[in-house]
């Protein structure tokens, strides 16, 4: 959808995430109050980032983004799924 252009969902703890230094839901970081062991594990609940049926991860997914807008375009389908 070219409307979303240049606006990536992206998934924190609290409202913001990282614009106010909130952290983000990833595999490697716990919930905030929470004491579960995920973080040794790489096994906190996460959100998962795809392209095409691809699961591509954040660090892939926010980047792509910024890419002028004519090739973003023709990337496909980009989405994002909260576990």
């Given at each position: 959808?070219?409307?979303?252009y240049f606006h990536p969902v992206g998934f924190a703890?609290?409202?913001d995430g990282v614009f106010l230094d909130n952290p983000e839901i990833d595999e490697f970081?716990?919930?905030p109050g929470t004491?579960?062991?995920c973080e040794g594990s790489n096994s906190c609940p996460t959100a998962k980032y795809f392209l095409n049926d691809d699961e591509?991860?954040?660090d892939m997914y926010?980047?792509?983004m910024a890419h002028p807008i004519h090739e973003w375009a023709n990337y496909g389908t980009f989405y994002a799924e909260l576990n």
């Open positions: 959808e070219r409307t979303n703890y609290a409202p970081t716990a919930p004491d579960n062991g591509i991860g954040l926010e980047p792509m």
